[in-house]
């Protein structure tokens, strides 16, 4: 029996060689299966890779003097890839021109894959062997001997941080030319492993628990003190559990009373000391009784101080057979703690049951949907009731959200759905987490997958619907690495593989989407109105006018206005800026210098809380400036705005009210966001100023007014996608307002009124505005016309980033040419828009064409970033 191994050893080889054939043993041909983790000989060293396929084939061709080796070891009995991910994992290694290692790796918990090391023991020898070396060998060598004595064995790498480099090879050369050592390849054990702690469990049950319980009960009675009543705190009533978050103080519920334990001279008879015992054995047990809580174990440190027993009493207990001491695993739960009380389906209305039956009931066809709903039109509650109807048939569903951060209330309202049924995958999940979530994914413990788009290579076994919320969002595209795949494009080819319903919802489909959906590729179902409600007029407030009036303040007279209707009527407003900061610009009115970061072509933006300049792009900080380093003038002055220059600016026109920022600067993790968010929503704050984030997700009733400080920050960037993120964007706003009993009210302040994008923008007009920008992209061929490929380079000197790029440019020209791609030309090369960031300098070229994966396989470009189908070419 034969078996093609993926290993990431072997990528390097190039995709030609990406498997490698290994010899099955017989002892493991029963358990061999595709997608297992294997331990494979790859040169001197152990590697683990991925059994791809099995085959009875008994001829293979071999190249000179190449031989086929046995697989080492099954690392693990279930399979960590399902047939279909591994199907998955081909299509995105050929489309995004990556390695199936690469690829494949991704789609396991982080920490999982072992690494390989070598390590040297002293092999079977004679004792004059051995002294002769210790006598005629190097320093370096008789020192290793005498390690080896002492310790057994000796990591090679171990070995070279003790000697460095240049030591450690000659000593390594000695130890090849000498028959006193061996080597041997071992895996270390994964960093992500299951969680086990030694924890107490109740094992007497029944009439023998309640013969124990009558007994103690009995000898508690036997005193001369009073008898304390047992009054179970509820902290105490359950253990800690494997939450991140610490357990409460515990108390002894059978302590004695004040009055008699504080007495220094009390001395307890031989029955007095009988019955305290008693009475915590009692209370040990009935903690164990009243735990309800799965996720909680008691401890024996814990029990024996929550109960107030003793080693002695607690080993009673053992050995009367009443408790027990053995290790369970806990599993670390990202949802632990969270009040999610179960929810029942809403009723729906027709525009709803029509999407629900096109998805799962008699009206569903192969293609893709586009669910087009507007904000509050109920696309959520679609979602839920037909992954219920699914679930229903024996089969499981991933929904997948942009950022999990920003998305707190779909993760809740879909646990509140499936009440332990569901997993979650993200990035910041530790890894811990991250595996525990996927081996209850592998196992089918789950029904539904929420998470980022890593959540897509959850190994469900039955998968049978894969819905992506917010379609649009380019959260969804993996730039920064390889591969360099767009979830919705993955999403669609898993559809097509395991020929189930693939659902894409969003109020501003992007511009793709909707076109593949004319073109009837896609089939388009949409939800026009708000569920008992209407979308929010909104008013469009020219910044122009203002200034000619003389206010010269960020905030509109008609802003101001609404602010304090919403004030006076105790309701909630969110306003939005797209920046952050208190200032975007320091320069110096004397002689123009800018203050811009030393690592980055920026500037610097000022930020008041903490009164330091700050870098968005790599975070140098540096102190206030109160001279111009320049011209050493006291002209620096701030200018530009952002989310704490409005925060400063409604505080003082309106001191009463209750202000909450929410950006980067003041949530920096998830539990940031999350606590934010439940501050908000339980109405401790009148007004809530922040960046997109609060435009993603979020369903506030009492907010009845949304103001946009400045729509124009968004547009004018060189880039093709600029107005479709800026109407996005706006319309997202916008339906934060009104989703409540209350109407609501949406203010856009802008200085260019009449661009189509703020005009569609303010009437809800996605179709409009579609028309337009479609016929935009056709005109200047941009996607989804033609396909784009972005080619950069990066380094510290700027010059070689100029050569590099020319470089590839001439030898792009020359494929492009030899291939006879008629279709495709290069826009570039030339500096990105941030042409230094962290220190590089950074150059571009963009190709286009048709079909540009003939040039993709055949053009070299080791050292430069390839982005496939880039969402922005900034």
């Known amino acids: 029996m034969l078996a093609d191994v993926l290993t990431s050893a072997a990528s390097w080889l190039g995709e030609e060689r990406a498997l490698l054939t290994y010899v099955v043993p017989e002892d493991l041909e029963p358990e061999l299966r595709a997608g297992q983790l294997v331990a494979v000989p790859y040169g001197e060293r152990l590697v683990e890779g991925i059994v791809w396929t099995t085959s009875q084939d008994e001829w293979v061709q071999l190249e000179p003097g190449e ?5 080492h070891t099954i690392l693990d009995v279930e399979p960590a890839l399902q047939g279909h991910q591994m199907a998955l994992a081909q299509w995105i290694a050929n489309y995004y021109v990556t390695p199936l290692a690469y690829v494949a790796q991704m789609m396991l918990p982080p920490g999982l894959m072992q690494r ?3 390590v040297l023991r002293l092999a079977d020898h004679d004792e004059q062997a051995l002294n002769a070396a210790l006598q005629g060998g190097s320093l370096q060598l008789r020192a290793l001997i005498g390690l080896l004595m002492t310790e057994g064995t000796i990591d090679v790498e171990r070995l070279k941080s ?13 130890v090849r030319q000498s028959d006193l050592f061996s080597q041997d390849s071992q895996l270390d054990a994964p960093r992500a492993k299951a969680r086990v702690k030694r924890i107490v469990r109740l094992v007497s049950r029944g009439d023998a628990l309640q013969e124990w319980r009558t007994r103690t009960e009995e000898r508690a009675q036997r005193n001369s003190l009073p008898v304390p009543v047992p009054v179970i705190p509820d902290h105490v009533m359950q253990p800690k559990s494997s939450g991140r978050k610490g357990r409460k103080a515990v108390v002894n519920p059978w302590a004695i009373p004040e009055a008699v334990s504080s007495t220094a001279t009390l001395t307890l008879g031989r029955s007095d000391k009988e019955s305290l015992w008693a009475q915590h054995q009692l209370a040990a047990v009935d903690l164990l009784l009243h735990n309800t809580d799965p996720d909680a174990h008691w401890s024996v440190n814990a029990l024996c101080k929550a109960s107030g027993m003793t ?31 179960t929810s029942q389906p809403l009723p729906l209305t027709p525009d709803q049951q029509h999407a629900l039956n096109c998805i799962v009931g008699d009206e569903y066809d192969l293609r893709p949907i586009l669910l087009h709903g507007v904000t509050g039109s109920g696309k959520t509650e679609v979602y839920l009731q037909a992954l219920a109807t699914l679930i229903a048939q024996g089969k499981q569903g991933i929904i997948l959200v942009p950022e999990i951060a920003l998305t707190t209330q779909a993760v809740l309202r879909v646990a509140a759905r499936f009440p332990d049924r569901v997993a979650i ?41 894969i819905i992506l919320d917010e379609e649009h969002e380019p959260a969804y595209k993996q730039a920064e690495r390889r591969p360099t795949y767009h979830a919705r494009n993955v999403a669609l080819m898993l559809g097509n593989i395991l020929d189930i319903p693939v659902v894409m919802g969003s109020a501003t489909p992007a511009v793709e989407s909707f076109y593949l959906a004319e073109q009837e590729h896609y089939r388009l179902v949409e939800l026009p109105d708000r569920i008992n409600a209407t979308l929010p007029p909104v008013e469009v407030v020219d910044l122009r006018n203002e200034l000619h009036a003389g206010n010269t303040s960020i905030i509109s007279r008609r802003l101001q206005e609404e602010l304090t209707r919403v004030l006076e009527n105790r309701q909630q407003a969110i306003l939005f800026l797209n920046r952050r900061g208190a200032a975007s610009c320091v320069l110096c009115r004397d002689c123009g210098y800018t203050v811009m970061c030393e690592h980055c072509d920026i500037p610097m933006t000022y930020h008041s809380t903490e009164r330091i300049l700050l870098c968005h792009y790599c975070g140098l900080q540096s102190k206030v400036l109160q ?14 705005l952002g989310t704490e220059k409005i925060q400063e600016t409604i505080q003082r026109l309106f001191p009463q009210a209750r202000l909450l920022r929410w950006d980067r600067d003041t949530a920096r993790n998830r539990r940031a966001h999350e606590q934010l968010l439940d501050r908000f929503a339980n ?11 609060i435009a993603k997700g979020l369903d506030l009733p009492g907010v009845t007014l949304v103001g946009v400080v400045s729509a124009d920050i968004a547009l004018g960037l060189p880039d093709y996608s600029t107005t479709e993120r800026a109407f996005t964007l706006l319309t997202q706003v916008a339906g934060r307002a009104g989703r409540g009993a209350e109407a609501g009210q949406v203010i856009i302040q802008t200085f260019n009124p009449q661009h189509f994008c703020i005009e569609t923008a303010s009437h809800h007009d996605y179709h409009e505005f579609y028309r337009v920008e479609i016929e935009s992209r056709y005109r200047y061929q941009y996607p989804p016309f033609r396909r784009f490929v972005k080619f950069t380079y990066s380094h510290e000197n700027r010059h070689r980033c100029q050569n590099e790029a020319i470089l590839l440019y001439d030898r792009l020209q020359q494929w492009i040419e030899r291939l006879g791609l008629a279709d495709t030309d290069i826009v570039g090369p030339a500096p990105a828009l941030m042409e230094r960031v962290r220190g590089k300098y950074h150059w571009q070229m963009i190709v286009r064409g048709p079909d540009l994966h003939r040039l993709l396989r055949v053009i070299e470009a080791p050292q430069w970033e390839i982005d496939i189908d880039p969402v922005s070419t900034l």
């Open 67 to 71: 031989e086929l080796r046995p697989i």
């Open 116 to 118: 390989s090391r070598a």
């Open 162 to 174: 003790l000697l460095g480099p240049t030591r450690a090879k000659e000593v390594l050369k000695e």
């Open 311 to 341: 080693k002695a009493q607690f080993n009673q207990l053992l050995d009367e057979h009443i408790l027990v001491i053995e290790e369970a695993e806990l599993r670390r739960n990202p949802l632990h703690g969270r009040n999610t009380p």
């Open 425 to 465: 995958i993200h990035s910041e999940l530790s890894t811990g987490e991250r595996y525990d979530e996927w081996r209850r994914i592998r196992s089918g413990e789950v029904d539904v997958v929420i998470g980022s788009r890593s959540a897509l290579f959850a190994p469900l076994p039955n998968l049978g619907i």
């Open 627 to 640: 001279f111009c380093p320049q011209c050493k003038s006291s002209g620096i002055r701030y200018f530009g």
């Open 683 to 693: 109405r401790e704050a009148d007004i809530l100023i922040g960046t997109q984030m």
